[in-house]
């Protein structure tokens, strides 16, 4: 195994993509290569097959809700491996469409129901007040972050003992009108709403290259 080599899984890449958030990928690669490391992004599609332990690191974008349809479609066989991956507290970043994808399931406006994965205590639904667009500020516990949010799902945790969100509101919705935060952080599983991409926030992009490493170390030390 190549020690020099940061090994990504980008799910659904050509499905999973809103507003750009393939940057938060481009981030990740451009950060770690001024550490050192290049990095190897595999795109897993429909019907590919996947295990999140050949991975440092899983990430899933934003999609429309056609798009999620398509994609809850192929989603549930990679349920377990998955769910081990972030339970063992692996890095993974979901944005919006993959962050809702987690959870038990999201109610369209269309009054279909998409399931999602059920690893996550959370469901999302669509309720005709408003859909959440515009700039988001918040603070995380690594500080301040600015983005952008662009959802008709509003998100509810359904176990708030085991889920806790990912940052306090600022400005913006965050995961509904009603909770004033944003997104999830679950062991090194961080979902959020945010577009811009997130991770143009380098102390957000630090702290999970952080994660990243340790967890490159810990598969280095496994196939040693
Ligand atoms: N940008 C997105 O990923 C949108 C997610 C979902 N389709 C919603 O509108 O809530």
């Known amino acids: 195994m190549d020690d020099k080599l940061i090994k990504i899984a980008y799910l659904y890449e050509d499905l999973m993509n809103t507003y750009g958030d ?16 290049d990095t190897q992004v595999d795109n897993i599609s429909l019907g590919d097959e996947f295990n ?32 081990k ?6 890095p993974m970043l979901c944005i919006c469409g993959g962050y809702q994808l987690l959870g038990d399931y999201y ?4 009054g279909v129901t998409i399931k999602g994965l059920g690893i996550l205590p959370l469901h999302t639904i669509f309720k005709s007040d408003k859909r959440m667009i515009g700039d988001t500020r918040y603070m995380s ?22 889920l806790h969100p990912f940052g306090d509101m600022i400005e913006g919705y965050g995961n509904n009108p009603q909770d004033k935060v944003e997104g999830l952080h679950y062991r090194n599983l961080i979902g959020s709403y945010s577009h811009g991409p997130l991770l143009k926030n380098t102390n957000v992009a630090n702290a999970i ?9 810990r598969r280095l030390a496994q196939n040693q």
């Open 141 to 162: 516990e690594w500080g301040e972050v600015k983005a952008f949010e662009n959802h008709s799902g509003q998100t509810y945790f359904d176990n708030t003992d085991k």
């Open 107 to 110: 109610k369209t406006n269309s």
């Open 52 to 83: 999140a332990f050949d991975y440092d690191f899983v990430f899933f974008g934003g999609g429309q809700d056609f798009e999620q349809t398509v994609v809850a479609q192929d989603l549930p066989r990679h349920k377990t491996t998955l769910e």
């Open 209 to 217: 290259i952080k994660t990243i490493l340790e967890r490159h170390e």
């Open 22 to 37: 393939s940057g938060d990928v481009k981030i990740l690669k451009y950060l770690l290569k001024k550490e050192g490391y």
């Open 85 to 90: 991956y972030i339970n063992e507290s692996n």
